[in-house]
Every structure is written in C-alpha cells, then in structure tokens.
C-alpha cells in the first residue's frame, strides 16, 4: 500500500496543470516517467479514487466515457497489490463483454497493468494470475450458476443494470465472504430499475456520480463530438451524457415500474407461439440506426413474454444472420418484418440465407403509434411480461414519446406482439391484414425500397 506521503505528493501532481505535468516528467529518468505513468494516484480525478470509510459496494453511477471502466480497472488492481491472497470476481453482461472490456479494453485491466504487475490471463480457466499470486475469476452474468460456490474477498461488477438475470447479483453477494473486508466496485451508465435502486438504497453503499464532460479531456475528439452529438438535448442524454437517472418520461407510453418492473418474471411458462419481430435498418454505416430484433411469445397463459433482444448494428447481411439464429433457437414459427423501410428487401436477405423460414411483412407506414397503443395497454393490464432485464430496449419504450420517430428495438417489439396479441381483420371468415396506405405512402415505400434494393446491386 502506498504510504501517505506518498499519496499526498501523487494527488498534488494530479492537479497541476499539463503543462506543469510535462515540465516535471522532464526531470524524471525514463524508469520513473514509466513509474509515474502506472501511478493510478497521480492521475485519477478525486471521484474515481477509493472512496473512504467502510462500504461493501462502491457504486459508480455516470456517463459514457466517464471511466467507469478505467476505474473499476485500477481498483481491481490496487486489491490484487493489497493482498497476494485476493480472490477477485469479475462480472459482466457477457463472457465477451468481460473479455473485451473488463480484461482487454482499451481501459481494461491488461492495459491499464505496468509491466513489472501484469496478471498473466488464461481465458480458457476465466483467470487471471498476478505476480504475487493475487487472483481474479470472470463471470458471465448470463450464468448465474457460475457463481454458486466460488468464494471471493472483493468484486468488480461492470454495467450491472445490464445484467439479465438478478440471481447472478444474489450468488455474487453470496459468495462474497472471504478476507478481512469483502466489498466491491460497481460500474454503470444509471438505469432505474428496481435492482439498481435497491442497491442505492443500501445503506452499506456509497455512490459516485459524473458526467461525460469531467473525463473530456482525456477522451478522443471523435468520440465525445460523436456522443455529444447523439444525445444532447434528448431525454437519454441525461442518462447517457449526465448519468442522471431518468424516472418515468411525461408522456411516455410505458412506466418504468408499473408497466416494466413490476411484471418482469424470470422464468415463462410453456408457449402457444413464438415470433421474431425485425425492424430493418438497410444500410450499415455508423450514424444509420440499429436493426430492431426482438423474439417474443405467448404463453398458454395468453399472457405475452418478451424472450430476447438481439437488436443491432450491422449489414443487412449480418443482421439477417441474427434473426435466422434466433429463429432456430427459440425455435420461432415465424418471422415478423416491416416493409416500409427497405421493404421486402427483408425477406430477400434472409431467404438469400434460409429459404426455409417462415415470413410475413407488415407495413409501417401509417402511424406507428397507432400500433404502439394497443402493445403498451397489455402491459397496463399486466399481460406482456419481460423474461430477464432488456436495458436498451426498456430505454426506448420509457422515453419514447409518441410523435417522435420510434425507436428501432420498441418497433420490433410492436411487430411481434401486434402480431400475436392484436387482432387482425377478419373478412369473409379469413383473417386479413388491413393496408392503411394512401397512394402517396405506398409511392413513398417503393421508392425506399427501390433505394434499398441497390445496395446490392
Ligand atoms: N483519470 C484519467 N486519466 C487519464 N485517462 C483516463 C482517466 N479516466 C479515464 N481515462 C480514459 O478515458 C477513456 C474512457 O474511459 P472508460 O473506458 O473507463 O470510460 P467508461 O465510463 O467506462 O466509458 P463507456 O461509457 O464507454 O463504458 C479511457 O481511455 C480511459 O483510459
Ligand atoms: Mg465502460
């Protein structure tokens, strides 16, 4: 551990100017600059350095790009100096996320480790060993079963809102009983649901807060005019941009804890039908938008669940690689698109794959919140149920206010559940889609297609 005088000397240095910074880098030798450069003390800003006094759960609570995940790293590391007898979990979202971001992200822990303490990482054992013996263990939320027995003197959890099952958190905290003082470190953009504000409420929890501007200066151009340009002004942006937590939005269609929350469930029971809903994105360029995947059910409750989002960013190609895997896997028996985005473009893609799936296109074009409506008032009535958390699609369907554009993953949810939940016409015994297009809309949809067919010519 570091002694005071120390510390005291590194905090002075973090506050000096750049210029002051590099005027003393320039008196120092090269093993010293190296030294200074792996000092996490000479360069943290006060909110991303171990808060004092006892706490079992340091919740980081702020922005994209804050540092989260540099913070999280580096307090990983100062426990694993501390004691060569650490037992560290880590945890996030996905096995990738932890081994992309938590152990070899630009912020990570491999990244941020000087040489002379670099834990040597064997992702076949989900370990890392450091020189002195210290160790850490990665888990996939995804596998709460993962964590049922493994014990752990300290833990660093990324993007816990993001987690899809709560009982990964409870045999976290389970599991959390060796060395003198268990505790652990939190990372995450904020996100109200019912879990996370649990864990404020805790009084054995301490909360940092911050925006995306405190780390600007250390963050690329690109990025932070990117983020900015996104978000500021929106309603997420306070989320994404402030780290605000954003309860329920004036307008919104769904309530976050009465409609979300509330009815979530982590099990279903058997299903009478399963559809995947898609909302096309045609082209695949950075600022374009996602590709709304979404599987749902219905229960032989008649209740509806919400099974997966497989929603993302990607070529028509990949992405119609993500709705056929879907499809086999929840073992779907049809696939919902939308037309006036690309139109029947979507079914040439995926049968350019599969020709065996099953397909039916729907049509956007009038009012989306039209459709919108009759999917949320089954969830007023406590009839949709999600099946696990979905975060960024429970984003878009409690700040999505009806009149603006709606949101990629909300429309693809829309699909499935008008789909299964919402009658169709019936006309002459047979059920029939009904096409609301005026003439100038379904000009309007040719041409979009017609522009989306020539992507791939
Ligand atoms: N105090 C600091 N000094 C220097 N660089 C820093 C500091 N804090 C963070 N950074 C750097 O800023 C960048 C963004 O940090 P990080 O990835 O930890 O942010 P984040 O909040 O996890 O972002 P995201 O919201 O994208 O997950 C990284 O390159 C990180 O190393
Ligand atoms: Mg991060």
Known sequence: MMNPEEHAFYRKFSKKSQVE??????????????????????????????????????????????????????????????????????????????????????????????????PHYEPSKRRLTWPNGAQATTYSAEQPDQLAGPQHTKFWADERSTWQYDETWDQLQFGLRLGANPQGVVTMTPRPTKAVKALLKDETTVVTRGSTRENKGNLAKRFYREITRKYEGTRLGRQELEGEVIEDVDGALWKRESMIEALRVFKHPELKRIVVGVDPSVTSTEESAETGIVIAGVGIDDHG???????????????????????????????????????????????????????????????????????????????????????????????????????????????????????????????????????EEIEEDEQEQEQAYALFR
Not at 87 to 102: E, G, S
Not at 354 to 376: C, F, N
């Open 21 to 118: 910074k590099l005027a003393f880098i320039a008196t120092l030798t090269d093993d010293e600059a190296v030294r200074l450069q792996f000092t996490w003390q000479a360069w943290a800003r006060d909110k991303q350095l171990t808060p004092p006094g006892a706490w079992a759960t340091w919740v980081i609570m702020a922005g994209r790009g804050f540092g989260k995940t540099r913070t999280g790293a580096e307090q990983t590391r100062i426990w694993a100096e501390e004691d060569s007898n650490a037992r560290i979990a880590l945890v996030a979202r996905t096995a990738a996320d932890i081994r992309d971001v938590m152990v070899e992200g630009e912020s990570g822990i491999l990244a941020i480790s000087p040489p002379w303490f670099k």
């Open 305 to 439: 669940y919400v099974l997966q989002d497989r929603s993302l960013l990607a070529s028509p190609n990949e992405w119609a690689k993500e709705v056929i895997a879907g499809y086999y896997l929840l073992e779907a028996d049809r696939v919902i698109g939308e037309v006036n985005n690309g139109g029947d473009l979507v079914e040439t893609v995926l049968r350019n794959i599969d020709k065996a799936i099953s397909y039916k296109s729907v049509r956007a074009t009038r009012g989306k919140q039209l459709r919108a409506e009759p999917v949320s008032s089954f969830y007023e009535r406590s009839l949709i149920h999600h099946v696990g958390v979905f975060p960024d699609l429970e984003d878009q369907m409690c700040s999505w206010v009806p009149g603006e554009k709606s949101p990629d993953r909300l429309d693809a949810l829309v699909w499935a559940f008008t789909e299964m939940m919402v009658g169709q016409v019936q006309i002459g015994g047979m059920m029939v889609d009904t096409d609301l297009r005026n003439q």
